[in-house]
């Protein structure tokens, strides 16, 4: 680093940009320079077991693959790469010169528009949830898949992250939790090498964002934007796309976030018809927080306020117990909710997703994907027919079906006005999990304002289909409990918690 000390100096000199403030930010391997309307990168000269930004050639090179592996999600932010010369009379200067560093030059973005600090605020909505899962879905939807293996990368990272934890100073990270977190991933990677060999011949494997977590999405123009990917190693980022979204997915955990990683696991599963790869997520969480574990401890060190120091290192320790912890499959089970158009079964579902770690799979959705449109997209009365839905049901019930023999639990979201509809989805947990059935039960009028109220729900019931269900005959609800969701969200759902546990 102290071949860089000149070059810090001179980027961080207000006289450098003619007067105008600079706010520099250190990570472990960068330092970035935001002034006025621009944000300046620069590679730190560190070498760790995972990243090799030693000489100038290498930094060169990483600027350049930044840029260009950038521009796939975020071409309005990279503007290109730029040099800090020496020039003849020995001044530093941008160009006109020996190159002495390269940086990567970037269009600023507000100071506030870090996902992080949007979450932060409490800013991320159910709506920005969605775009930025219909994103990660686009992102990955474009990407060629990538020849290989599912486990040897993932063998890689699972062993890189315990040599990084082996170098840091010792008491650094808890041996114990250290020992049992890589014994434990390896024997659970072991369990899925079928499935993640079978998903990369299937080309879940592709070249990705590779460092997808929070604080490196923004908000630009008003979307989530993703930006600042792994550049330095192609290789680690050639992942499973399931494994790319689970840094998101930690990272959201981590903060406390379980209601939003849940929505934006879904919908991302629902863009990307993904299925049983979620049997390996909870491995993919914990290699994630493993990641962070060491990253943290290793910036802790290059930290010279003892308190910042002091702060990374618990938050290192805080990320490797994360890792355990998601070593822990949830029990598996089956949740139905079934009840007429409006009597909240899609927000009670999402309200009870987190507390079980179950996926929510919603029949309006599965119509909406067996007819090629969008969530939000209205679909016309043929759409409806006695056909239609029992095609749509008959892939609800499967796709349920495959889950739990996955591993996931499930929660099934459905009118399941029929009999045959109730009893067919109970069935589906048959030889594999518990099955519990709630039927919601609201008076009309409520129904009535509830769906009169919908803007850009995936169900298109309206109001005269609430009228026409007042007419079904529901039949015998034998092994369902029946539930008031008359009242608000909060008190359904801790109503329906209390059903739940008593089963």
Not at 221 to 247: H, I, K, S
Not at 372 to 397: C, H, I, K, Q
Not at 403 to 419: E, Q, R, S
């Amino acid at each position: 680093m102290a071949g860089q000390d000149a070059i810090i100096a001179f980027l961080a000199d207000p006289a450098t940009h003619d007067g105008q403030p600079v706010h520099r930010i250190d990570t472990h391997a960068a330092h970035v320079f935001l002034v006025g309307d621009r944000a300046l990168k620069m590679k730190r000269a560190v070498r760790y077991s995972y990243l090799d930004y030693s000489t100038l050639a290498l930094r060169r090179a990483a600027c350049e693959a930044e840029v260009r592996l950038n521009r796939r999600t975020a071409p309005e932010l990279y503007l290109g790469i730029c040099s800090i010369d020496c020039r003849a009379d020995g001044s530093l200067g941008f160009g006109g010169g020996e190159p002495m560093e390269w940086l990567v030059d970037m269009r600023r973005f507000p100071d506030d528009a870090l996902l992080s600090d949007v979450a932060g605020r409490g800013d991320l909505t159910p709506a920005l949830t969605i775009r930025l899962a219909d994103a990660i879905a686009r992102f990955h939807q474009q990407l060629e898949p990538v020849a290989g293996d599912g486990t040897t990368r993932l063998y890689r990272v699972i062993d890189g992250n315990r040599q990084s934890m082996d170098a840091l100073p010792e008491g650094l990270l808890p041996a114990a939790d250290v020992d049992a977190w890589h014994a434990q991933s390896l024997e659970m990677l072991d369990r899925l090498e079928p499935l993640l060999d079978a998903r990369a011949r299937t080309g879940r494997v592709r070249h990705g964002h590779g460092d997808l977590h929070l604080r490196n999405i923004c908000l630009f123009e008003g979307e989530p934007v993703l930006f600042d990917c792994l550049e330095f190693d192609a290789e680690l980022a050639q992942t499973d796309t399931l494994y790319d979204l689970a840094f998101l997915l930690m990272d959201l955990r981590f903060r406390g976030l379980d209601w939003q990683a849940s929505l934006l696991r879904d919908r991302y599963c629902d863009r990307m018809a993904e299925a049983e790869g979620l049997a390996a997520l909870p491995l993919f969480l914990s290699v994630r927080a493993a990641v962070r574990a060491h990253v943290n401890a290793a910036d802790s060190l290059l930290r010279t306020d003892s308190k910042e120091r002091a702060e990374l290192a618990a938050t290192a320790r805080r990320y490797l117990a994360a890792a355990v912890a998601h070593l822990r499959s949830p029990r598996v089970r089956l949740i139905a909710i079934g009840g007429l158009s409006g009597t909240g079964k899609s927000t009670l579902a999402r309200n009870l997703a987190p507390h079980f770690d179950a996926r929510v799979l919603r029949s309006d959705v599965v119509r909406k994907t067996l007819a090629g449109v969008d969530p939000e997209s209205r679909l016309p009365p043929a759409s409806y027919t006695p056909e239609a839905a029992a095609a749509v049901y008959g892939e609800f019930f499967c796709q349920a079906r495959n889950l739990l023999a996955a591993g996931v639990p499930v929660i099934a979201d459905a009118v399941f006005a029929t009999p045959d509809e109730r009893a067919a989805i109970a069935t589906a947990a048959d030889g594999i999990c518990p099955f519990h059935g709630l039927w919601l039960e609201a008076p009309h009028e409520i129904l009535h304002h509830r769906v009169e109220n919908r803007h850009g729900d995936v169900s298109d019931a309206t109001a005269r289909v609430v009228a026409l269900q007042q007419d079904y005959e529901i039949g015998d609800l034998v092994g369902w409990q029946r539930l008031d969701s008359s009242g608000d969200t909060e008190r359904v759902a801790a109503n329906a918690m209390a059903q739940l546990g008593s089963l």
